[in-house]
């Protein structure tokens, strides 16, 4: 029996091995952009694979010459396939084969030519060169993404995020002085997008400016063949591909629209993958899309915000080279276009903070502004799918400053509603009857002043606060009044010192009959209390003494009394001398509670002898509505967009989370920021 194989035998026998390896030769970066072999400069997946020939052409036809002659044509032009196949990456030099990519594979006639035959039993290594990582890297897995029902375009600027549905043609993206047109696959009807050419060529991109260069327009009659790496991405199966061209480009506008048109030169494919999900082929044509916009400058789309950014920065770091900072050029794009602007926007708010996360990311000042507002509208996060994207740190970071928060508002709501501050003059306490007096008739006059203004006191709570009547809106128009009315009255040439405090604590028990000690010891006590920092300048301008007595004599409170009248002309003039009327602005002067103050003071307790005591009992109130506002008030520093109706002054301890343990930390929101903090800094120009 003939040892010989048949005809009918397998010709060529391959054998793959089951673990493909990298090779740095063929890294991406270390390619140059120029490089026309037809592959996108991904990393490139290498497969050995061994070829073996069994049996020669003459000697499997010469078996049976006379038998199944139409069998034997056929083996021919399979065993004449093989033979080219083999002499594609075995017999040609590299620069043939680079050679035959740059005349882009357009004849079939190539696949038919007949190579010299090798000797029976030759055994040749071959080395496949397969792209991975431009179109089948595996997406972000993303928790929040199915339930997201649509696709949203954020514009910025603080508005809230629209539906979108101009994913096939984007008008935004759509330039008609462009010479390039953009198509999401080779199947596409017509382009996507229309753009310079320019505008890739300023990237510098190895793969952006080679998609330029395959789809580049050198006669009205060549066609541009199909995508080198996505034919060969199917392995030696999509080889007769190369061999079909693709459609011809668009010579007229798209859009049907002639309007001063720029010729179109280029046409540029950007496909999905072929084993990709729906959701994962959406999300590659969105990506693909701002990847424009990001050039461009336009909003965003995409299906969440989380979404969009994670899949760009990939994106990104996929095209750019390894010397750009592809985070920092996200960055500054998103700030360019205020697209970091999260307020009043829950879901944006998280995607943000979640990207951050990312360890190629770590943007502290982003995080802390999405925290910032995430904690402001902690309440609206349960209804976002987004909410599982973040790390559970920041998950519980959130959770801790929210309650701590809403504690701090509910105490300032509790001292504030019937301005509830009799601790600070307790019956141990010194103060003179008359101080006591004067106290408690401040605080009717401003429950009545209130209660006028808001229709009652407290008023009732508005939507969107958390069952809190004290908003963060309220909180403002207190924190304007009450400062109003300190920088009226405060004594500007009077600071709080060190060595004044340590006195006190020397003479706490002390009899010590000193008017300033015992005004002083109440303030004292209770910032120490409640851990309050003590006030820069904490004392009142107070009246002079010379009009509290006449020939030495207490007066008497007789209304037909001549002396008793001069005192009260003699009280209101020296206790409007004891003010910063000349020295504060207009919007001072003209604040509702301070002109109401100043006629309740016109009118309140000027027959007494002694208005200096008065002024102190009305000041120690002031003084404690001040410090049980400032916690509440004061927003956290460094952040750029404030206006929100919800309070931006959580708590940072431990945030973010990668700086946990190395002894840093976000600069919060601190009382000695407030008002009373701040407005000594511009006191030298007022004067």
């Known amino acids: 029996m003939d040892p010989r194989p048949s005809h009918r035998e ?122 991975v990582k431009v179109s089948e890297q595996k997406l972000h897995e993303m928790k929040g993404l199915e339930q997201a029902a649509s696709m949203k375009r954020w514009a910025g600027e603080g508005r809230p995020a629209d539906a979108w549905g101009k994913l096939m043609k984007d008008p935004e993206l759509w330039d008609y002085s462009g010479d390039t047109l953009v198509y999401f696959g080779y199947q596409r009807p017509q382009a996507s997008f229309r753009i310079k050419s ?41 080889l007769s591909l190369m061999a079909k061209g693709r459609r011809p480009l668009a010579t007229v506008s798209e859009s049907g629209d002639n309007r001063n048109e720029s010729p179109i030169q280029h046409e540029i494919h950007f496909p999905a993958p072929d084993d990709a999900t729906r959701i994962e082929i959406l999300r590659h044509h969105i990506t693909t899309r701002n990847l424009f916009a990001f050039l461009l400058g336009k909003p965003l789309i995409g299906l969440t915000y989380y979404q969009a950014l994670t899949d760009l920065h990939e994106r990104l770091l ?36 979640a990207w951050i996360e990312n360890h190629q990311i770590r ?28 790390s559970y740190t920041s998950r519980v970071q959130l959770e801790r400053s929210y309650l701590e928060l809403q504690a701090r508002i509910e105490a300032c709501e509790s001292r504030l509603s019937a301005f509830n501050f009799d601790d600070m003059l307790p019956n141990q306490a010194s103060p003179s009857p008359l101080s006591r007096r004067s106290f408690n008739r401040m605080r009717q ?42 920088d009226y009255l405060v004594d500007r040439d009077r600071r709080w010192d060190k060595a004044a405090e340590l006195g006190i604590h020397e003479k706490v028990n002390v009899d010590c009959q000193d008017e300033d000690f015992d005004f002083t010891r109440l303030l004292l006590v209770f910032d120490n209390k409640h851990k309050y920092p003590h006030l820069p300048f904490p004392y009142p301008l107070l009246p002079a003494t010379a009009a509290n007595l006449l020939d030495g004599k207490p007066l008497k409170q007789s209304i037909f009394s001549t002396k008793a009248k001069t005192m009260e002309k003699r009280n209101l003039h020296s206790c409007a001398e004891a003010s910063n009327a000349l020295l504060v602005g207009a919007e001072i002067r003209t604040n ?43 927003n956290t520093p460094g952040l750029w967009f404030r206006d929100t109706a919800y309070y931006l002054n959580p708590r940072l301890r431990g945030c973010p989370p990668w700086l946990v343990g190395s002894g840093k930390s976000l600069e919060e929101a601190n009382p000695s920021l407030s008002y009373c903090w701040m407005a000594p800094k511009t006191w030298s120009f007022e004067r």
């Not at 080279?321 to 879901?347: C, E, G, M, T």
């Not at 009652?456 to 963060?472: I, M, V």
């Open 445 to 486: 006059f401003l429950r009545q002043h209130y209660e006028k203004a808001y229709k009652g006191w407290p008023p009732g709570a508005t939507f969107g606060s958390n069952d809190h009547w004290l908003n963060r809106e309220l909180v403002q128009r207190l924190q304007s009044d009450f400062g109003s009315l300190y």
């Open 318 to 353: 996929l095209y750019m080279s390894l010397d750009i900072d592809s985070a920092q050029f996200l960055i500054r794009y998103l700030i360019k276009n205020n697209l970091h602007n999260v307020s009043n926007d829950p879901a944006a708010a998280v995607g943000l903070l």
């Open 363 to 390: 943007w502290p000042q982003g995080w802390r502004e999405a925290f910032v507002h995430c904690v402001g509208m902690y309440h609206d996060l349960r209804d976002v799918p987004e909410i599982r994207d973040i």
């Open 198 to 238: 320019a505008l890739l060529e300023d990237t510098k991109s190895g793969i952006l400016v080679s998609k330029l260069q395959e789809g580049f327009q050198r006669s009205a009659k060549l066609s541009p063949s199909r995508d080198h790496a996505s034919a060969l991405r199917g392995g030696m199966k999509n």
């Open 10 to 131: 397998t010709l060529i026998s391959t054998s793959s091995s089951l673990r493909p390896a990298f090779s740095s030769a063929s890294s991406p970066r270390s390619r140059s952009p120029n490089d026309r072999n037809g592959f996108e400069q991904g990393a490139f997946l290498l497969r050995k694979t061994e070829i073996t020939v069994k049996s020669a052409p003459a000697e499997a036809f010469s078996d049976d010459q006379s038998s199944d002659q139409a069998s034997i044509c056929s083996t021919v032009r399979e065993e004449r396939r093989g033979r080219s196949v083999l002499g594609r990456f075995s017999s040609r030099t590299s620069a043939e084969q680079n050679s035959i990519h740059s005349n882009d594979w357009r004849s079939s006639e190539d696949l038919s030519k007949t190579f010299d035959p090798l000797p029976l039993g030759t055994t040749v290594s071959i080395e496949a060169a397969q792209p």
């Open 592 to 634: 509702s509670l301070v002109e109401a103050f100043l006629r309740f003071e016109k009118n309140d307790l000027v027959s007494e002898a002694n208005p200096r005591e008065v002024r102190q009992g009305r000041w120690v109130l002031l003084y404690g509505v001040l410090q049980v506002l400032a916690p509440v008030a004061v």
